[in-house]
T-cell receptor, first 113, second 114 residues
């Protein structure tokens, strides 16, 4: 069964450092998403991406965040200068169309120290 | 704006007994509603979804949910719990036609005991 894969599963980084979270969406999907879950809080939408550009983003997705599809298979989330409050589980998802089921990866747990 | 409230953060049942996970929604628009499940170290998996057809929705692994507009509820049920059902369950809402910009509830941790 096709699945979304995320790497790494855990990442620890120092405050102020840049991190890149990687995702390989399902191969024939065209829509890509990032969500995050701070420990003890809700899963929150960050951004959606289609046709090589951001289609929608939340208030959380400020200038320190960026997304990219550098090649035909990867979808990345970059945090330029990490803060303690960026510590969270980050989920990548993809869907075939805007309105069909979103398939989620297993998440990357980011810890900023 | 839309939101969901999951009324129980933890639910514990015995194997073979019914499961009820409660969810109430608030939406300015006619909503689409989903239940997702997350097993340990796994991604979020779609259990079932309500868009606008039948109000009783059947999903995978014997789960079902009923959309009740008058009660603004979308509770998840299963007649007989199995040990493998132990996981975290998320009620999710999006405006109909709102694509995959999903609004999640806080989650309910289901524990299944022998």
């Amino acid at each position: 069964e096709p699945e979304v894969t995320q790497t790494p599963s855990h990442q620890v980084t120092q405050m102020g450092q840049e991190v890149i979270l990687r995702c390989v969406p399902i191969s024939n999907h065209l829509y890509f998403y990032w969500y995050r879950q701070i420990l003890g809080q809700k899963v929150e939408f960050l951004v959606s991406f289609y046709n090589n550009e951001i289609s929608e983003k939340s208030e959380i997705f400020d200038d320190q965040f960026s997304v990219e599809r550098p090649d035909g298979s990867n979808f990345t989330l970059k945090i330029r200068s990490t803060k303690l409050e960026d510590s969270a589980m980050y989920f990548c998802a993809s869907s075939g169309t805007e309105y069909t089921e979103a398939f989620f990866g297993q998440g990357t747990r980011l810890t900023v120290v | 704006a839309q939101s969901v409230t999951q009324l129980d953060s933890h639910v514990s049942v015995s194997e073979g007994t019914p499961v009820l996970l409660r969810c109430n929604y608030s939406s300015s628009y006619s909503p689409s509603l989903f239940w997702y499940v997350q097993h340990p170290n796994k991604g979020l998996q779609l259990l079932l979804k309500y868009t606008s057809a039948a109000t009783l929705v059947k999903g995978i692994n014997g789960f079902e949910a009923e959309f009740k507009k008058s009660e603004t509820s979308f509770h998840l049920t299963k007649p007989s719990a199995h040990m493998s059902d132990a996981a975290e369950y998320f009620c999710v809402v999006t405006p109909k036609g709102g694509g995959n910009k999903l609004t999640f509830g806080t989650g309910t941790q289901l524990k299944v005991e022998l």
